[in-house]
């Protein structure tokens, strides 16, 4: 089952998860359910996720659950302010992923869902910025790229720069 996960992202990140916190854990995960959060169960976690809640509007629903870490994968760059929702995170350790902002790419915005869009797509030094900010001391971070099977100058530029950064901080 390991490696026939869909994305070489969620094996990335399933990796990074699995070295910090071993199954069994119980999650936070920021968002809605999505293929992530089965994948997480599937290897023994138990998720919670804050359902379709504006978190942005609602920054205190991730006070709801007493959990060993809160999970945020590739969520805070569809916020507006990121930095309220990490304030209001009261679990003593995070894990979470963003986008990195590519050079040679516009920021990522569906046309068909106004939710799937990016607001923020950070270079890492902005990201540990917020962490920092917000009250969290970065123990661990990890990059990858994320190749497209596609011809072109940006495909090529894509197997090298890397696209994902994950981290582990603590309060």
């Given at each position: 089952?390991?490696?026939?996960?869909?994305?070489?992202?969620?094996?990335?990140?399933?990796?990074f998860?699995?070295?910090?916190?071993?199954?069994?854990?119980?999650?936070?995960?920021?968002?809605?359910?999505?293929?992530?959060?089965?994948?997480?169960?599937?290897?023994?976690?138990?998720?919670?996720?804050?359902?379709?809640?504006?978190?942005?509007?609602?920054?205190?629903?991730?006070?709801?659950?007493?959990?060993?870490?809160?999970?945020?994968?590739?969520?805070?760059?569809?916020?507006?302010?990121?930095?309220?929702?990490?304030?209001?995170?009261?679990?003593?350790?995070?894990i979470?992923?963003?986008?990195?902002?590519?050079?040679?790419?516009?920021?990522?915005?569906?046309?068909?869902?106004?939710?799937?869009?990016?607001?923020?797509?950070?270079e890492?030094?902005?990201?540990?910025?917020?962490?920092?900010?917000?009250?969290?001391?970065?123990?661990?971070?990890?990059?990858?790229?994320?190749?497209?099977?596609?011809?072109?100058?940006?495909?090529?530029?894509?197997?090298?720069?890397?696209?994902?950064?994950?981290?582990?901080?603590?309060?």
């Open positions: 089952m390991y490696n026939e996960l869909p994305h070489k992202r969620y094996k990335h990140t399933l990796d998860l699995q070295n910090i916190l071993p199954a069994p854990a119980t999650i936070l995960d920021l968002g809605v359910r999505n293929p992530f959060s089965e994948i997480m169960e599937q290897h023994g976690y138990k998720v919670y996720n804050t359902s379709g809640e504006d978190l942005d509007e609602f920054p205190e629903i991730v006070k709801q659950h007493k959990v060993d870490a809160v999970t945020a994968f590739e969520i805070f760059e569809h916020l507006l302010s990121p930095y309220e929702v990490l304030k209001a995170i009261e679990c003593e350790k995070i979470a992923t963003v986008p990195l902002k590519l050079w040679f790419a516009k920021a990522y915005r569906s046309k068909t869902d106004m939710r799937d869009r990016h607001f923020h797509e950070f890492d030094w902005q990201f540990d910025w917020l962490l920092e900010k917000s009250g969290w001391n970065i123990k661990k971070k990890s990059k990858w790229t994320s190749p497209i099977h596609k011809i072109g100058f940006r495909p090529i530029l894509r197997k090298f720069t890397p696209r994902y950064y994950a981290i582990y901080a603590e309060k």
